[in-house]
């Protein structure tokens, strides 16, 4: 039942919109959920099972276009979060009636982006000019709980009491934490044992 969030995405048209609200929020958690990073991926999924379109709440399936102004131009990386923030509060209710704690255990990890932008960073460990993602994963679900993006070449050792506290904002409660070892710093240790 998204009827809850259904505000946030109405409050960035002016007018009805061409699709039904409910199924553009659908098709932004499936993105989430399937992790598509690209939106190609998600639109070839989507043209592929007619069934799908169906399932989300489409009477026809949009076009690449459509999906790219929703994402690119309407809602941007802040309408993207917000979404992204109250999905997760629905999916931790909708999880609690089949005994799934969500954000009782977290991995944090960075992924490399690579670019070939001069304001990027050589990483030697990657051997690549990047940016770096460091998210916070619930282990139970695999979803994002807090994210972060830096360059290239940033120390992640004070990044994770960042993102902990990013993820306790949310009202998760994290008990245990598993970090590879580019995350260990005394402050790391001080602040969340």
């Known amino acids: 039942d998204l009827s809850a969030i259904t505000p946030v995405l109405a409050s960035y ?4 919109p061409t699709y039904p609200i409910e199924a553009m929020l659908r098709l932004i958690a499936y ?13 070839r999924e989507l043209t592929s099972k007619p069934d ?3 399932l989300l709440g489409f009477s ?3 076009s ?6 929703l994402i690119n131009v309407r809602l941007k ?6 979404i992204r923030l109250q999905l997760l509060k629905l999916i931790r209710e909708a ?8 954000g009782f255990e977290g991995v944090a990890d960075a992924t490399p982006i690579r670019s070939s932008n001069h304001d990027t960073a050589y990483n030697g460990y990657y051997k690549m000019r990047c940016y770096l993602t460091h998210k916070l994963l619930d282990a139970a679900t695999g979803l994002t709980l807090a994210w972060r993006l830096t360059g290239g070449r940033v120390d992640e050792g004070g990044l994770l009491v960042e993102l902990a506290c990013r993820v306790r904002a949310l009202g998760f409660r994290l008990r245990r934490l598993f970090a590879d070892n580019g995350y260990s710093s005394s402050w790391d240790y001080a602040m969340l044992w």
């Open 60 to 62: 026809k399936i949009p």
């Open 52 to 54: 799908l379109a169906s």
């Open 31 to 43: 993105r989430v959920l399937r992790g598509h990073l690209y939106l190609t991926a998600l639109w």
């Open 77 to 82: 990386a802040d309408g993207l979060e917000r």
């Open 13 to 16: 048209y002016r007018r009805t």
């Open 95 to 102: 999880l609690k009636t089949y005994g799934v704690r969500m």
């Open 64 to 69: 690449y276009q459509a999906l790219w102004h």
